[in-house]
């Protein structure tokens, strides 16, 4: 007869085998929660913080004219976005491009947005987003905008400002307000104001009809990472004071001193000069050199965010330039229901 087998042996090997395919599927399934709670992490949400924006600079009127360094009127801007310093030749992601925003009187950059746009946001991996502004507002192309000069309209930009989503970094709303990096919207052309009066008393009354900076290139090709323009085309910017151009009158009375008007132009060039040519009721006068009382502080004048009044006297036969005088930057019409201040 053959020996009986011990079954407590097969028992045991059984158990243990059983033992064994537990251990491996709990394994297995510990190792799949694992891996769940891991990839559920990191596909958690992340809060997006909004790009909230302030504005400031030289381009607005300073603290001894009006508190907080603010504007006195609105303007309309173009703001430039791209995750790349320097790199606004091109976009690419959902955070790089450019929006058109209002500047408010109170400093406030507002997005001017479509019922289909979004509003920017800061990266939400934290990285650095870099932006500049630029007004009047325009399409960039190339790392470029450009503009066409008329001589009514200022050209003002803010140069390169770095931020992210981080408490701090933000470019506006930080908890400590000192950390703020507000627009700095700065002047890129000069201004010149211009007046006139009778030399003398007698004779008569003469009505100016046109000016124009005859060297004054009118077209901008403006690179967005450096805000240095450049300015090309066919020299002469005009104006042509009163309503509709129709001139205006400059009384006989040599007391009266009248305002023509204002011209926005390029800086004047280093070692460059400006000629005025003046169109008036009693005849035309060109090349009249724009000069100052002191020779040498000359080349320091007519630069990117000085403001000139230029007086002109007239007699019933003549013309001259009385004087030119550095004044503060006052509002600047830039069409009929819109002014830019800087």
């Known amino acids: ?61 300073d603290a001894s004219t009006r508190a907080d360094n603010l ?28 929006r058109d925003v209002t500047v408010g009187t109170d400093g406030s950059v507002t997005w ?19 932006l500049v502004g630029v007004s009047p507002v325009a399409v960039p192309s190339g790392g470029n905008v450009f503009y066409t000069l008329t001589g009514s309209e200022d050209l003002l930009y803010a140069k390169e400002q770095c931020g992210n989503r981080w408490d701090g970094d933000r470019f506006s709303a930080n908890t400590d307000p000192m950390r703020d990096k507000p627009m700095e ?7 010149l104001q211009f007046k006139a009066r009778k030399k003398m008393a007698g004779g008569q009354a003469v009505t100016v009809t046109g000016l124009k900076v005859n060297e ?8 967005l990472a450096t805000g240095i323009p450049a300015f090309e085309g066919t020299p002469g910017l005009s104006l042509h004071p009163g309503e509709d ?11 009266t001193i009248v305002t023509l008007g204002d011209l926005l132009i390029p800086p004047l060039a280093s070692g460059g000069t400006y000629t005025l040519d003046v169109e008036t009721s009693f005849g035309n006068f060109q090349n009249i050199p ?53």
């Open 245 to 255: 151009g129709a001139g205006v009158e400059v009384p006989a009375d040599a007391g």
């Open 290 to 342: 724009i000069v100052f009382a002191d020779d040498a502080s000359a080349g320091e004048e007519l630069q990117a965010g000085m403001s000139h009044e230029i007086t002109l006297w007239l007699t019933d036969s003549t013309l001259g330039i009385l004087s030119v005088t550095a004044v503060p930057w006052e509002s600047v019409k830039v069409d009929d229901d819109q002014e830019l201040v800087p």
């Open 71 to 98: 504007p006195e009127n609105a303007f309309d801007a173009t703001v430039v976005l791209t995750t790349r310093q320097g790199g606004y030749s091109g976009f690419a992601g959902n955070y790089e491009g450019y």
């Open 216 to 223: 004054a290139k009118p077209q901008v090709i403006l690179p």
């Open 112 to 130: 001017k947005l479509s019922n289909s746009d979004k509003a920017p946001e800061y990266p939400e991996t934290g990285d650095w987003l870099y």
């Open 185 to 191: 919207f700065n002047h890129l052309l000069a201004r």
């Open 1 to 61: 007869a053959l020996p009986a087998v011990p079954i407590y042996k097969t028992t045991d090997r059984m158990l243990m085998k059983r033992i064994q395919t537990f251990t491996f599927w709990g394994l297995f399934l510990l190792c799949g929660l694992l891996t769940a709670c891991s990839q559920e992490d990191k596909l958690l949400p992340v809060d997006s913080v909004p790009l909230e924006l302030h504005a400031a600079g030289d381009a607005l009127p």
